[in-house]
């Protein structure tokens, strides 16, 4: 399983960027899909999360009202809007894929997901 995540970049305060995640295989539309974020000398943490059919979504709360996941599983797609950004988002995105299909549930634990892409970083300066 390939994740390739893409849509990073440098923003302004209260910017937007959108982040995409594509699967290399067709069937990775039957996980569930979460983005992490690490920022420099801290701990990866969760920030959003779908099932397999989007019917289950999970933000962390610094994120909810800001962030929105979504996907298409037509294109193998994830997606990850971000508006509002503030300089505490500044971070390395990944997004992972679960290992279970068919879920219509999602964790936010790192070690419920497998298969990571290799990340896409964010900037937001003051």
């Known amino acids: 399983v390939q994740l390739q995540a893409s849509g990073g970049g440098l923003v302004q305060t209260g910017g937007s960027l959108r982040l995409s995640c594509a699967a290399s295989e067709r069937r990775s539309a039957l996980y569930a899909v979460g983005w992490f974020r690490q920022a420099p000398g801290k701990e990866r943490e969760f920030v959003a999360a779908?099932?397999?059919?989007?019917?289950?979504?999970e933000y962390t709360d610094a994120v909810k009202g800001r962030f929105t996941i979504s996907r298409d599983n037509a294109k193998n797609t994830v997606y990850l809007q971000m508006n509002s950004l503030k300089p505490e988002d500044t971070a390395v995105y990944y997004c992972?894929?679960?290992?279970?299909?068919?879920?219509?549930?999602?964790?936010?634990?790192?070690?419920?997901?497998?298969?990571w892409g290799q990340g896409t970083q964010v900037t937001v300066s003051s």
């Open positions: 992972a894929r679960s290992g279970r299909p068919y879920t219509d549930y999602v964790r936010a634990g790192v070690d419920d997901y497998p298969y």
């Open positions: 779908i099932s397999w059919r989007g019917g289950s979504i």
